[in-house]
């Protein structure tokens, strides 16, 4: 299947987000170190913890930077405790939004995730609210470098349940159980970069906008990704 997606313009935002690499190191820290707290700090028997270094290094953190943060969960008497919060709302022209958070302060995140909704023509909305509208999916995204009907039949083969054309860039999507699976079957065939790779909640169905109401609503995601405690931020918008 060929067309765009969110995904497809990938490379351009990952040119901003070096821009703020040390922000991004510091929250997948964080999400590393909260994954290997509640669980086995060996990533083997940790499937959260798998599912977010795996993230990391889509992200191109440094493999040491990845170690400290499971070395710092490993370590006895950490004063750092995090609570995962979620909140759900809207947007401008009623786009949903569900953003994921880690805090040590309900209070502040609560405030800040607010204000963000507030200030750029949004509102937060009741538990539930919207978090109906998004399943979550593995997804991995390569460049379309690679032969295409080689990429696609080992991503199928290997138990992905869709797998799109885009503009510069081969989507593919799976369920959660199979999504190492497939990344590592693509790994073995020669695939060395991986735009995206991850678990995250997809939305049912993306909502077209116009050119102005997705830069306001770019707007919105900006601000949000600037505060501390936000970890991740899915919407609609397609």
Avoid at 29 to 58: C, F, H, Q, W
Avoid at 146 to 155: F, G, P, W
Avoid at 185 to 206: H, K, M, P, Q, R
Wanted: charged residues 30%; negative net charge; hydrophobic residues 35%.
């Amino acid at each position: 299947m060929s067309g765009h997606s969110k995904w497809s313009t990938i490379k351009h935002k990952k040119g901003a987000i070096d821009a703020a690499r040390g922000k991004v190191f510091q929250k997948l820290a964080k999400e590393i170190y909260v994954a290997a707290s509640n669980g086995d700090p060996d990533p083997v028997n940790n499937a959260t913890l798998r599912m977010v270094i795996e993230k990391a290094r889509s992200q191109n953190m440094p493999k040491d930077n990845i170690q400290k943060a499971i070395d710092k969960a490993k370590g006895a008497g950490s004063t750092e405790h995090y609570e995962a919060l979620r909140y759900e709302g809207y947007g401008p022209n009623g786009i949903a939004f569900m953003v994921d958070c880690l805090t040590d302060n309900k209070n502040r995140t609560a405030s800040d995730v607010r204000t963000a909704f507030t200030k750029r023509g949004g509102n937060l909305g009741t538990d539930g609210s919207v978090s109906y509208m998004f399943k979550r999916k593995g997804v991995i995204v390569i460049p379309n470098s690679y032969n295409e009907d080689e990429m696609m039949m080992i991503a199928l083969d290997n138990g992905a349940i869709d797998f799109k054309v885009n503009e510069d860039s081969y989507e593919i999507i799976t369920e959660p159980e199979v999504f190492i699976n497939v990344k590592e079957s693509l790994a073995n065939a020669g695939v060395t970069e991986f735009l995206v790779s991850e678990v995250t909640y997809i939305s049912d169905n993306l909502v077209e906008v116009t050119d102005d109401i997705r830069e306001k609503v770019e707007k919105l995601i900006e601000v949000l990704e600037d505060i501390d405690d936000v970890q991740e931020i899915y919407h609609n918008m397609a």
